[in-house]
């Protein structure tokens, strides 16, 4: 995600970033300790109890991804809308997504693969029974699914590839893009884009208007904040609510873990905007601890999303026999071991994939400058 010139928010810009570090290690864990892990049967140490706790915030954490999202997109749509061309804004997000998408994509599958077909894992056949991979792989593998997937179809049309469901939140990025775009070019050009056209994906799958609205929380941060950021945090009404805020946000947290998040998803969007609005006039400085994790984010957590589930999958395929293991410590440090594996594999597919999105946007305006000039030749001739 672009963001270009950081100077009036550096330090709140690490802080973003550093979250989502978090977010996506969250959703990571999460998803370790559902393959790994049997249910909570009612008694469990206090780690085992942190560990059932913590796994129930991969949902949440979505939401707080699609917050974030939707702020750095607008802002990027905001710095571009005076001289908009659908061309060069699809070429952006398609390199930013493709770039990593395709690549998983395949590794994924062929993980996927050896663990159906070579060792025929329970995790992979679908014999242990967790929540989190209740579905045919076999079927997921398919070449229509993988066209689906890279189409973006992807939890609206077909199922996410193999063993891969995260990618359903993928999906509804990429149409955020392209729905939040045209209704703004719509609006201020005061005719319809055809682009609109793509809202109807959520006839299909109505929960994707509860993700855009969280998503537009995130926008809607960016419109507050566009203009110069102030010494608001000096003023003793900043402290005030840069308190407030920091309550509010882990409030809504505990309740959405205790209760569950359905019904609540737009309440703790808003909670996460009200929260970075007053990150953002505040700006604080960047902690030296602080910095290796908004690296993470900045540079590899869209690679750890997009990846970590089949490898994940394929690390239970080698630990778990046909019933999941129970929560002891050397079973949680499995987990844990399990999540760095896939830290490290994500960081370092990250560095042949996301660290190039650059090389892959220029090579195709290239291209597309080139279709330019010869569709302008043409009409000269």
């Not at 590899?300 to 999303?305: D, I, M, N, Q, V």
Request: aromatic share 14%; proline share 4%; hydrophobic share 55%.
């Amino acid at each position: 995600m672009e963001r270009g010139d950081q100077k009036s928010g550096q330090g709140a810009f690490a802080v973003m970033d550093a979250m989502r570090c978090v977010l996506a290690v969250v959703v990571a864990f999460a998803h370790a300790w559902y393959l790994l892990i049997e249910d909570y049967c009612g008694q469990a140490s206090v780690a085992a109890s942190a560990g059932y706790f913590l796994a129930g915030y991969a949902h949440a954490s979505v939401i707080l991804f699609f917050v974030l999202s939707g702020f750095w997109i607008a802002r990027s749509i905001d710095r571009r809308i005076g001289d908009w061309h659908w061309s060069s804004y699809l070429i952006d997000r398609l390199a930013r997504l493709l770039v990593v998408l395709v690549p998983a994509l395949v590794i994924g599958g062929a993980l996927d693969a050896v663990g159906l077909y070579a060792l025929e894992s329970s995790t992979h056949l679908g014999t242990t029974e967790t929540y989190v991979l209740r579905k045919d792989v076999v079927g997921a593998l398919e070449w229509h699914v993988l066209l689906g997937n890279i189409l973006f179809l992807q939890g609206i049309v077909v199922a996410p590839f193999g063993t891969n469901g995260p990618l359903w939140s993928l999906a509804y990025e990429f149409w955020f893009y392209i729905w939040f775009p045209a209704i703004v070019v719509s609006w201020r050009q005061r005719r319809p884009s055809i682009f609109l056209i793509f809202i109807g994906l959520a006839w299909i799958t109505p929960f994707m208007l509860i993700g855009f609205a969280c998503w537009l929380c995130g926008a809607a941060l960016h419109g507050m904040t566009k203009t110069h950021l102030t010494d608001f945090p000096r003023s003793p009404i900043g402290r005030t609510w840069l308190i407030i805020a920091s309550s509010i946000l882990p409030a809504i947290l505990i309740v959405v873990r205790v209760v569950g998040l359905e019904g609540l998803e737009l309440a703790l969007a808003g909670a996460f905007a009200l929260f970075l609005y007053i990150l953002l006039r505040a700006n604080p400085p960047t902690p030296r601890w602080l910095r290796p994790f908004a690296g993470y984010g900045a540079k590899a957590s869209f690679s750890l999303y997009a990846m970590h589930f089949p490898i994940m999958a394929f690390a239970a395929a080698l630990l778990v026999g046909s019933e999941r293991l129970p929560p002891t410590a050397g079973n949680i440090a499995l987990v844990g071991a399990t999540l760095a594996l896939a830290v490290f594999a994500c960081g370092l597919f990250a560095t042949l994939t996301e660290r190039h999105t650059a090389r892959v946007r220029t090579f195709f305006y290239a291209k597309l400058l080139t279709v330019q000039k010869a569709c302008a030749g043409r009409l000269v001739s």
